[in-house]
């Protein structure tokens, strides 16, 4: 089956590949491979005694056409994604593949109406500003990828961009109950606005839209309205934003009512031998393990970046676990430096700190009379060792503390948490050629 899934695919590449793209408008081909090795004894989740380190290899796989004419752009990309061994078809002789693992990663079609108004359907990327709340999220090998209708509108100093989608479990002739983690609505309007050739300011609205449970139909609304500031004069780039929370939030069954903010900060000086970067992120939280009168001010990130901001050993991907709803408060500071042409080496330091203490990490043995919960280091190297082909490397290692230990349920002293990787990127496009 995966034999003929990606002979298919081949094909399919030939075939496109030899069109007569006069005729028919521009095609190109994309491809790309990134296979990344991995020793985690410590990734996502404190080392404990009695357990082991791994080495893992995963990989991505991407195989995309583009077209594009002066009234029509499409795109179809399909990706395989897996970890080194994970056949499920095997034998004594060798692996024989997996039941189709080969998954849709884009597939949309956009017609601009005017030069300035365009409209968008498919499944498609969906990255605003900072990626707070909508992203990409490429570090994962899957990325994220949205089913939606989108607009778009663009002139000289402003661009609008709005959106909608609505989601459904299957195709059935009335309405049935959907996944209560999956996000079933989504709808948002996007405004930038070129103030200068120094500033730029950006505004948003966001609604999405949850299920309380997988039997119940009724879809509760959460709404996210932000503003985004850039300030851009060489050598400085300062950059921040702020985005309040209300509406009806679900959790496991539970709806309260929303009202929770994120701040961020950022401020960067890139000279011609080095970058500093230093900035803070505020996450509010609850301060009590159950929120007073029905409301929560945990502030949810949505579909928003993880990775590229709190911290690259992924402790913080899910706020709820990681925090225990108490939010976060992220402090780092990061510093780059050139070595030979193409190749950089990073540095970067967080001080991770509770929101709100919640009341049952107040009152737990040793406390530290602190919000303080961790500190975590990253270093990494990036490298563009040939046209088309990308190096990344680096290791990360984290210094819990009190409040860290009782939320990962550790106890005394744990063996010392760090994680080092290797990924290398190979892309192509038929243009390039």
Same mark, same amino acid.
């Given at each position: 089956m995966k034999n003929q899934n990606y002979s298919c695919l081949f094909l399919l590449a030939m075939i496109i590949g030899f069109l007569p793209t006069e005729s028919y408008g521009q095609f190109n081909i994309e491809a790309s491979i990134r296979p990344r090795v991995e020793y985690r004894y410590g990734y996502k989740e404190l080392a404990k005694n009695g357990t082991d380190p791994v080495l893992t290899t995963s990989q991505r796989t991407r195989l995309g056409a583009t077209y594009q004419s002066e009234k029509l752009k499409a795109k179809i990309s399909l990706q395989d994604v897996r970890v080194w061994g994970d056949e499920t078809q095997f034998s004594s002789t060798g692996v024989h593949g997996d039941v189709a693992s080969i998954d849709l990663a884009e597939a949309w079609l956009s017609f601009n109406i005017t030069e300035s108004f365009a409209l968008t359907a498919g499944r498609q990327v969906l990255s605003f500003d900072d990626e707070r709340l909508l992203a990409k999220r490429d570090w994962n090998q899957n990325a994220l990828?949205?089913?939606?209708?989108?607009?778009?509108?663009? =002139?000289?100093?402003?661009? *609008?961009? #709005?959106? $909608? =989608?609505?989601?459904?479990? #299957?195709?059935?002739?009335?309405?049935?109950?959907?996944?209560?983690?999956?996000?079933? !609505?989504?709808?948002? +309007?996007?405004?930038?606005?070129?103030?200068?050739?120094?500033?730029? &300011?950006?505004?948003?609205?966001?609604? =999405?839209?949850?299920?309380? !449970?997988?039997?119940?139909?009724?879809?509760?609304?959460?709404?996210?309205?932000? $503003?985004?500031?850039?300030?851009?004069?060489?050598?400085?780039? @300062?950059? /921040?934003?702020?985005?309040?929370?209300?509406?009806?939030? *679900?959790?496991?069954?539970? @709806?309260?009512? %929303?009202? &929770?903010?994120?701040?961020? +900060?950022?401020?960067?000086?890139?000279?011609?031998?080095?970058?500093?970067?230093?900035?803070? /992120?505020?996450? %509010?939280?609850?301060?009590?393990?159950? #929120?007073?009168?029905?409301?929560?001010? +945990?502030?949810? @990130? +949505?579909?928003g970046a993880r990775h590229k901001y709190y911290g690259y050993l992924d402790y913080f991907n899910n706020l709820r676990k990681s925090t225990r709803n108490g939010g976060l408060n992220d402090f780092y500071a990061t510093i780059g430096v050139p070595i030979v042409p193409k190749v950089d080496v990073f540095g970067s330091c967080h001080a991770f700190y509770l929101n709100q203490v919640p009341s049952y990490l107040d009152n737990s043995s040793n406390a530290s009379g602190t919000s303080y919960l961790a500190s975590e280091f990253d270093f990494w190297l990036k490298a563009d060792v040939w046209k088309g082909i990308n190096i990344l490397t680096g290791y990360s290692f984290m210094l819990p503390g009190h409040h860290m230990k009782v939320i990962q349920n550790v106890s005394g002293d744990n063996p010392f948490s760090s994680w080092a990787w290797v990924m290398v990127t190979f892309s192509v496009k038929s243009k390039d050629l």
């Open positions: 990828f949205y089913d939606a209708v989108t607009m778009s509108f663009q =002139s000289d100093k402003t661009n *609008v961009r #709005a959106g $909608i =989608s609505y989601n459904n479990q #299957a195709d059935k002739g009335f309405m049935e109950p959907y996944d209560p983690v999956k996000m079933k !609505s989504l709808g948002f +309007l996007h405004l930038s606005q070129k103030i200068n050739s120094k500033i730029n &300011a950006t505004v948003i609205t966001m609604f =999405s839209g949850f299920t309380r !449970s997988d039997t119940t139909l009724e879809v509760y609304l959460k709404g996210t309205s932000g $503003i985004n500031l850039n300030f851009n004069s060489d050598p400085w780039k @300062v950059f /921040s934003s702020f985005y309040y929370q209300y509406g009806k939030d *679900v959790n496991q069954g539970l @709806v309260k009512t %929303s009202s &929770a903010y994120n701040f961020n +900060l950022q401020a960067e000086f890139k000279a011609t031998y080095f970058m500093l970067q230093g900035g803070c /992120s505020l996450l %509010s939280g609850d301060k009590q393990s159950e #929120a007073v009168n029905g409301t929560t001010h +945990l502030f949810d @990130v +949505l579909y």
